[in-house]
């Protein structure tokens, strides 16, 4: 039982863990982007009819990425070229995604796309504990467990993943230092989208093989909050993602065994976790600090 | 002078029937609205009759325009088809009483104002009796939208249909507090597979259960429409609504000008529920079984809430030999015995 | 690298309000026909429907006005933390809270005569959705926790609490079971005015925005927060009370949005059930910056707002249309909005050769 609830806190996870990973590369490079809601619901529109579409769900998956990404682009284009609010901005793009996702997707309500199914690894999902609560999920899911150690590579020991971070924390060295700080900025910004749209690609794809106008139901809005809560390192957004996941599963298996309690106040466990979440994370003094200039836009020089 | 009267008449004459319909959520989803939806259609294909509708109506003063919108561009029969639809409804029908109005799941009545339901129950108490028959963990999983009286009657008539064939079943529930996230409803299913259920059955609009149920192999039992394409080794039946003949019914009447306003619940014998074809892997006898009930429901020779129905706790809520009046059922609360879950 | 380059303006552009607002309406219609054509829909027919329906007849007008009374104060507490760069996402959570405190008044002393009610009722609100607005507000001033992500969590937990009590302890027991308070008594209903749809609770929007203005233009505190909101650092330096100034527009925005749910469960729906929560404090955010903050203009931009939600339903009736057409409207006039402000305050000139 417990082992299957695990599991399942794994799978639900994962598509705020694609999502918390591809806001936490944003908000390191500087930039606060709050449309993550809206990405994920156009990569999950994207993913899913471009998986329809071609027949191939990889291809849905890279297509649901690519529409994130592009959804970024407008976040992008309004922070980084017209100087807008970032706060306000991120907002704004959240209400259009979710919007033209619902528009965009109506016809498609109801209707099936080829998707991922479970693949259980051939030798590693029979392990005792390990096997059935890591090694019994889709492709997916594989590979988000390898994104984290990939992103916590980059950040550290290439020059690109030094940029990124220089830029987010003292933009006019980077500048005196002759590197294109927009550039970097704006790839924050677009891996960052293209990361959430994976994520929400995998809600249409993977978790479910359906489009729905509430496919992402808030996890948008966690993923935001776990960026803070990982302290905008890769490896503790994992813990994070998991966590939640299981808490959203937890409250299910509590129904099915057979509680008295209110669902309602089963259902706010997720979202009052969050709070506690992060008010935990604020006791924390140490090396929990937010990128230097997050959402403050760089004023053009004079 | 005299032809242009007859012109005027005959145009009158021949006016398209103007008929609006307002649905709580999209029609995309292939439960609720989708089903009423069809009936729309259905009521398109008739002569000079002209349909639309708005989706995704919230209940409250919102819906309460939009009537409004559809009463003052001269529509001549509006369906409303959610109980929270009801109060507005009656204020706007007081205001226009040359127009029908037609609300479903409701109770309150005006001259013009009718309400309509179905019996989907009877159909629940039929998908049980199968559900009953092929589980063999004799636990049986229900993902439930929201606590209100339709689903809990449809719990209710479900899990009495399951004990008739095995008094040893028991139905557990989840709510998911929605009426269509496939990814919760996925979830919930899979938390019920999880204490052992082997048949899943739903009141959600969305066929993720049914997909849940299928990928670990058990049985599952679809709602509103048949659901067999999404999982076609796991489906088992369906309970699913057909409101086109009744429809069609009602915009004849209003035509012949023979509509009466009223309270209509008609069940198996109207048509306006049915059970969805058995998948493969039902056992003839148990088919047979299954239809001869119904055949008995249709006739009136049995009553799905008839006695003994003891609640959760233990109490006798319908004597042996006794059958629940209309007004209980429709405004059921509580769960008989054998189900487990709340009702909040 | 680019031929042109980009200065602040020492004052921004006059005019400038004007001029977005219908630069930003314009082109937001013009991509709407672009995407009703997409969907297969007639474009030009699709907006003037949508024109029709919000303004085109006189009860068109009135529920316009109706629905812009709650968004109205729900966007004025909203600009209120605004100004302070306090981001207030959380008028959804304590609208809704508004509205329960509002119910637990009317329920429990249902035979109090209105002139009495109905300001308690007003109280329950205004003290729960203060309460909502007080919870973010301390947990960033002692321990720096963002307010953001509280107010957005507040607001799911919130709509539960709605839920649960809607679905429990305050259900109807003559509804058959659907999940809705009893009716309210007569006490507790704000009429309408005269003969129209109008509620009298137009008559709270016009007091609080007055105070609201007298606020900014008259008081040592309002001078403050709008400095505040500029320059944080310096106002701290300055002496500048900055918590208790965080704790109070989070307050009183808190407020403003419960009195919007007070409004909205008296007068329209006269019960409470789940189905109140439309939305209204999400497009609270739209028109508070669309707005630039100032009370006048929220109120146009409220009307505005409110005039599309009216007239997307139209489109829907005749055309079809999907219902999430408005929402899209609503992010991209946002989005102009935010880009367009860029023109106000900068301008640009051709680099010229040196």
């Known amino acids: ?49 471009a998986a329809k579409a071609t027949g191939s769900p990889a291809l849905g998956f890279l297509a649901g990425g690519l529409c ?71 492709i997916l899911v594989y590979i988000s467990f390898c994104i984290p150690v990939l992103m916590w590579v980059f950040f550290r020991y290439t020059r690109w993943g ?55 139901a808030g996890r948008g809005w966690i993923a935001v909050a776990l960026v803070i809560f990982a302290f905008w390192r890769p490896g503790r957004a994992v813990l994070g ?44 003094k140490h090396g929990t600090e937010a990128p230097a200039i997050l959402g403050i836009n760089l004023e053009p020089p004079d | 002078m005299g032809l242009i009267l007859c012109f005027w008449v005959a145009v009158g004459a021949a006016k398209d029937l103007q008929v609006g319909f307002i649905y709580v959520s999209p ?29 995704a109506v919230p209940e409250g003063p919102d819906s309460e325009r939009v009537m409004l919108n559809m009463a003052r561009k001269n529509y001549d029969v509006i369906f409303a088809t959610s109980y929270g639809y009801m109060d507005p409804m009656l204020k706007v029908a007081k205001q226009f009483p040359k127009i029908v109005f037609m609300h479903c799941s409701g ?62 079943v028991q139905v557990r529930v989840v709510w998911t507090k929605t009426w269509y996230d496939p990814a919760t409803e996925k979830e919930a299913a899979k938390s019920l597979l999880d204490v052992g259920a082997d048949v899943i059955a739903q009141h959600q609009d969305s066929p993720s259960p049914q997909e849940a149920a299928a990928e670990k192999g058990v049985y599952s039992v679809g709602y509103h429409s048949d659901m067999s394409s999404f999982a076609p080794k796991a489906h088992l039946t369906a309970p699913v609504w057909n409101w086109s003949p009744y429809y069609v019914k009602i915009i ?46 249709k006739a009136g020779k049995f009553k799905v809430f008839s006695g003994p129905i003891k609640d959760q706790k233990g109490t006798l809520k319908v004597a042996a030999g006794a059958s629940m009046p209309d007004k209980d059922i429709f405004g059921m609360t509580w769960f008989v015995q054998g189900v487990i879950g709340t009702t909040q | 690298m680019f031929p042109f380059e980009v200065k602040r303006r020492q004052v921004p552009l006059r005019w400038g309000t004007c001029l977005i607002f219908m630069a930003v309406i314009f082109l937001s219609l013009g991509v709407g026909a672009i995407l009703l054509a997409f969907q297969g829909k007639p474009p030009v027919r699709g907006i003037l429907l949508l024109f029709k329906g919000a303004f085109g007849s006189r009860w068109a007008l009135e529920d316009c006005l109706v629905k812009a009374i709650p968004i109205f104060l729900c966007s004025l507490g909203v600009a209120l933390a605004f100004r302070l760069q306090i981001w207030n996402i959380g008028a959804e959570g304590q609208f809704a809270l508004g509205t329960v405190g509002a119910t637990f008044m009317a329920l429990s002393f249902p035979d109090l005569p209105k002139a009495l009610l109905l300001p308690a009722m007003l109280a329950g609100a205004m003290i729960a959705g203060g309460l909502w ?92 927060l709008k400095a505040g909101g500029e320059n944080p650092r310096a106002a701290r330096y300055a002496g500048m009370p900055f918590n208790g100034l965080v704790i109070l527009v989070m307050v009183a925005g808190g407020a403003l949005a419960a009195c919007a749910g007070f409004i909205e469960v008296s007068a329209n729906l006269n019960r409470l059930q789940p189905s109140i929560m439309v939305g209204y404090g999400y497009t609270a955010i739209v028109v508070a910056w669309l707005a630039r903050l100032s009370p006048f203009y929220i109120g146009i931009a409220a009307y505005l707002l409110s005039g599309l939600r009216v007239g997307v339903e139209n489109i829907q009736l005749d055309l079809q249309v999907p219902a999430a057409f408005g929402g899209i409207l609503e992010g991209l006039i946002l989005l102009m909005v935010l880009a367009a402000g860029f023109f106000t305050q900068y301008r640009i000139r051709i680099r010229s050769a040196t």
């Open chain 1, 1 to 49: 039982m417990i082992l299957s609830l695990l599991a399942a806190a794994i799978q639900s996870g994962t598509p705020v863990l694609y999502a918390t990973l591809g806001e936490i590369f944003t908000e390191r490079s500087g930039i606060l982007n709050l449309g993550v809601e809206g990405m994920m619901m156009v990569g999950a529109l994207a993913g899913f009819l």
């Open chain 1, 68 to 138: 994130g990404a592009l959804i970024a682009g407008i976040h992008a284009g309004v922070c980084l070229v017209f100087l807008g609010n970032q706060v306000v901005s991120g907002l704004a793009v959240t209400i259009l995604g979710v919007n033209l996702a619902n528009y965009l997707g109506t016809p498609y309500v109801g209707q099936r796309a080829p998707g991922f199914d479970p693949f259980p690894l051939p030798l590693l999902s029979k392990l005792p504990f390990f096997g059935p609560v890591f090694f019994n999920h889709d």
């Open chain 1, 162 to 216: 030094l940029g990124v971070r220089a830029v987010g924390e003292n933009p006019e060295a980077v500048s005196a230092a002759g590197l294109p700080v927009a550039g970097y900025r704006w790839a924050g910004v677009l891996v960052g989208g293209f990361f959430s749209g994976l994520g929400g690609a995998y809600l249409s794809l993977a978790y479910t093989h359906l489009w729905s106008k509430g496919l992402s």
């Open chain 1, 241 to 284: 993602a998991y966590l939640f996941g299981g808490v959203m599963a937890f409250q299910l298996r509590l129904q099915a065994m057979g509680t008295n309690l209110p669902s309602s106040l089963l259902l706010m466990l997720p979202y009052g976790l969050t709070v506690l979440v992060l008010v935990a994370s604020s006791f924390k």
């Open chain 2, 27 to 55: 029609t995309g989803d292939a439960g609720w609205s989708y089903s009423h939806d069809l009936g729309r259609q259905a009521v398109e294909k008739l002569d000079d009759v002209k349909t639309s509708f708005v989706e």
């Open chain 2, 107 to 168: 109770y309150k009545q005006a001259k013009n104002m009718g309400n309509y339901f179905g019996r989907i129950y009877q159909a629940r108490y039929l998908a049980g009796m199968v559900a009953g028959a092929m589980t063999k963990s004799n636990t049986l999983g229900y993902v439930a939208a929201f606590p209100i009286p339709e689903v809990i009657r449809g719990i209710n008539a479900y899990a009495l249909g399951a004990q008739a064939v095995n008094p040893d």
């Open chain 2, 252 to 297: 004849e009447q209003v035509r012949n000008g023979t509509w009466k306003s009223g309270s209509v619940w008609p069940g198996l014998e109207d048509g306006i529920v049915d059970l969805a074809p058995f998948g493969p892997m039902v056992p003839k006898a148990v088919q047979e079984k299954v239809l001869a009930k119904k055949e008995a429901i």
């Open chain 3, 133 to 224: 607005g007080f919870i973010p507000a301390f947990l960033k001033i002692l321990l720096r926790t963002n307010e953001i992500i509280v107010t957005l969590m507040l607001n799911y937990i919130g709509i539960l609490i709605l839920d649960y009590l809607v679905y429990g302890p305050w259900k109807d027991p003559v509804s058959f079971g659907f999940p809705m308070t009893k009716e309210f008594s007569p006490g507790a209903v704000i009429g309408m005015i005269g003969g129209t749809r109008i509620n009298w609770g137009i008559l709270l929007c016009l007091l609080f925005a007055v105070l609201i203005w007298v606020f900014f233009r008259y008081s040592r505190l309002g001078y403050e």
